[in-house]
């Protein structure tokens, strides 16, 4: 008996261990799982309230965007795609014409180009001639034998095609799609020979003045001005530079000439009327046209831009208020080029002012608003170009007035007024600041200027023969 209680006992205390190792085994799970939904509770609850935070920025952004939207739309901006198709691209077989010929003539210019390096006759991305000068400041025979070989063949087809396409129209179209730069240019080497193309026709230019061929150093300067409206309307950042940097080439050279050559007054007429063809105030709206439709394409489709800048952006959170602000600082600009392109300025030197306070800002602020510091920087570096431009038309074709009057009553005018009507439709205005071109003579001198990016009041600058002024200097016949 004894035996049999004892063994009664120990199953007793194994069976009472083995329900308390499950109890303790039970409260262990218990309290894990307890941890377990604490811990889940304690990322969740923030996780939503983060998501809330986040969606609530999210849909007062959108907001704020589609408000500048409205409001931009409310202006007449941003254009659609079919308009931007309408716009940029119309049917238009005069410049299908052109197109064809600029091809032909950069195809041309390829060749051509081989042998005017290996000339050496001239630097190709500056377009500096290495040439030897008569006492008259014109090609010595030994240039003027190196450029006869170095345009001969294909050089001389590059030229005439030139000239075939400023008088088919001269405006180019070298894309089939509205302008999102992916298909704006075809590749970059029709765009890159036809600023090569400025280089041959600089040459025959020299070469002309020099052997006394009036009419083809007119011709020639014609289409170095033709070649910078071949791209008036390529919608793109490099389109933009390129236009301005090609119309600086065809400036710089009919300042030269006109200095040193005695044009007739049919010469100086025909080399005005091309200079009077670019539109930069028409050139500036279409470029800010192009930039605000590629931000609103990124504001309100997933389809590609075309521009890194907001393909980037894209992917930052509360993008909604960048793309806004971005959105009224070009529409602000926009309406301002709609004017004129002096208040094109104004409005440029408000975007210059925002542009400081974002490099004033923090680094939060600087990533918040990124999409708007890289746009304001482009529109800013832009408006530049085409103003600088646009001074220099004025320049040339101010020149031109002063020159025709110095060949018909022997001496320069007393003042611009004494342009008006005869060579001039109304006294021309300096686009930086809206008042009259300077204007002086001193005998012989006479000299233009623009005030160009200076700050600085007119009697406060000291102008040299620089870009932005215009020097003639010849014999007055009182």
Request: glycine share 6%; hydrophobic share 45%; aromatic share 8%.
């Amino acid at each position: 008996m004894i035996t049999i209680d004892v063994e009664l006992e120990d199953a007793a205390a194994i069976e009472a261990d083995a329900a308390a190792e499950s109890a303790r085994v039970v409260e262990k799970r218990r309290r894990r799982w307890g941890c377990l939904l604490y811990a889940g509770l304690a990322i969740l609850i923030p996780t939503l309230v983060l998501f809330c935070v986040w969606l609530w920025f999210h849909v007062a952004d959108r907001r704020l965007a589609e408000e500048a939207l409205a409001r931009a739309r409310a202006a007449g901006d941003p254009l659609t795609t079919a308009e931007m198709q309408a716009l940029f691209y119309p049917p238009s077989p005069a410049i299908d014409e052109a197109t064809a010929h600029w091809i032909e003539a950069a195809e041309r210019t390829r060749e051509a180009k081989k042998k005017v390096v290996a000339e050496k006759l001239a630097y190709v991305g500056a377009y500096g001639v290495k040439a030897e000068l008569d006492e008259d400041g014109f090609y010595a025979e030994s240039t003027l034998k190196l450029v006869d070989e170095s345009l001969e063949g294909a050089g001389e087809g590059a030229i005439e095609a030139a000239h075939a396409a400023r008088r088919a129209g001269s405006v180019a179209r070298f894309a089939s799609d509205v302008p999102t730069h992916e298909k704006v240019i075809e590749g970059f080497e029709i765009p890159q020979a036809l600023r090569d193309l400025q280089m041959l026709l600089l040459l025959d230019a020299e070469r002309a003045a020099a052997r006394g061929e009036l009419d083809r150093a007119t011709d020639d300067l014609c289409s170095l001005v033709a070649v910078s409206e071949a791209f008036a309307d390529i919608a793109t950042p490099y389109g933009k530079g390129v236009h301005a940097a090609t119309f600086g080439v065809a400036y710089m050279s009919a300042r030269e000439l006109i200095d040193r050559v005695d044009f007739t007054d049919e010469q100086l007429r025909r080399i005005d009327a091309a200079f009077a063809t670019p539109d930069f105030q028409r050139g500036l709206v279409r470029i800010l046209q192009a930039d605000q439709y590629r931000i609103v394409r990124a504001v309100e489709t997933d389809e590609p831009t075309g521009d890194e800048t907001l393909e980037v952006a894209r992917w930052f959170p509360f993008r909604g208020a960048d793309e806004a602000l971005a959105i009224e600082l070009c529409q602000d600009l926009l309406d301002a080029a709609k004017i004129d392109l002096i208040a094109a300025e104004q409005a440029k030197a408000r975007l210059e002012s925002r542009h400081a306070e974002f490099n004033r800002a923090t680094n939060v602020e600087n990533l918040r608003y990124a999409v708007t510091i890289l746009t304001t920087y482009e529109l800013v570096r832009y408006v530049n170009m085409v103003l600088r431009s646009a001074a220099e038309r004025d320049l040339v074709r101010t020149g031109i007035a002063c020159e025709r009057h110095r060949l018909k009553y022997g001496v320069w005018p007393e003042s611009l007024e004494a342009l008006v009507p005869e060579f001039l439709a109304e006294v021309p205005i300096d686009v930086y600041d809206g008042q009259p071109m300077r204007f002086e003579t001193d005998g012989d001198r006479l000299a233009l200027h623009s005030i160009g990016q200076l700050d600085e009041r007119y009697e406060n600058v000291e102008f040299d023969d620089g870009p932005l002024t215009f020097v003639i200097e010849k014999p007055q016949r009182p």
